[in-house]
């Protein structure tokens, strides 16, 4: 996996700040970078910039 940028990460905290209030309000939880998801119908795994776990 390549080293993240600034161009890269600054925009995925942006987004992932504007979430977090309407996210935590519902009880849901939030992440970012580093958290593996694994998608059953194509048996592979992701590590998506910011995740929403409901």
């Known amino acids: 996996m ?5 161009a890269h990460l ?3 905290l942006n987004l992932a700040t504007l979430l977090r209030p309407p996210v935590r309000q519902r009880g849901s939880r939030l992440y970012i ?8 119908e194509r048996n592979c795994f ?3 910039d910011i ?3 409901i």
Do not use: G, N
């Open 2 to 6: 390549a080293r993240a940028t600034d």
């Open 10 to 12: 600054t925009p995925a």
């Open 33 to 40: 970078s580093d958290m593996k998801v694994r998608l059953e």
């Open 46 to 48: 992701y590590y998506p």
């Open 51 to 53: 995740q929403i776990q």
